[in-house]
């Protein structure tokens, strides 16, 4: 079994990143813009049906935030929320591009980093926020789902986390 921390009285944020990640700075920024604001489970969901390259790298790497948070603060997925999701330019490479008739040109080849922070949900703050029903009994639902999958985790009930706390699976060349 695995080693689980206490559940802490203060709020906790994780913050992760991924360097280097062979994928256009603009594709990746769309995605980036989508799971930003989400809850943890609700991302990886987002993450893992994407048709895009950077749908599954961005879910790892909310993945392995939320094992970190999982392992070192014995925080559930369901009360973590994607808080900040961000991506920067990273370094750029020139390649010669072959054209016809015998013609060459420059073909510039771009990586950007992805950095992401997670944070624990305040639930009261949420529903009392809430600017309609539908909004309120949903943050409800949530606070409800996440409540209960913290009573497992106390009662030992949660499992590995979902990696293994590396990106090996993906490859970012």
């Keep these: 079994p695995m080693e689980v921390a206490p559940v802490p009285a203060a709020p906790v944020s994780i913050s992760q990143s991924f360097k280097n990640i062979s994928y256009s700075p603009w594709r990746m920024n769309l995605l980036a813009k989508q799971l930003r604001g989400l809850t943890v489970p609700e991302a990886i969901g987002q993450g893992t049906f994407s048709a895009k390259k950077g749908g599954a790298i961005a879910k790892s790497l909310i993945e392995k935030a939320s094992d970190v948070a999982l392992r070192n603060h014995g925080v559930a997925r369901e009360s973590l929320f994607v808080e900040t ?3 920067t330019q990273g370094p750029g490479r020139k390649r010669i591009k072959m054209m016809g008739r015998g013609r060459t040109g420059l ?7 992805l950095n992401l ?3 624990t949900i305040d639930f009261e703050k949420r529903v009392n926020e809430a600017p309609n029903g539908s909004q309120r009994r949903r943050w409800q639902r949530l606070a409800k789902e996440a409540a209960g999958a913290q ?9 590995e986390p979902a990696t293994d706390g590396r990106l090996a699976d993906l490859n970012p060349l």
Aim: hydrophobic share 45%.
């Design 85 to 87: 999701l961000f991506v």
């Design 151 to 159: 009573a497992a985790l106390e009662q030992g009930e949660v499992g």
């Design 107 to 113: 073909s510039f080849i771009r990586s950007s980093h």
């Design 117 to 119: 922070t997670i944070s």
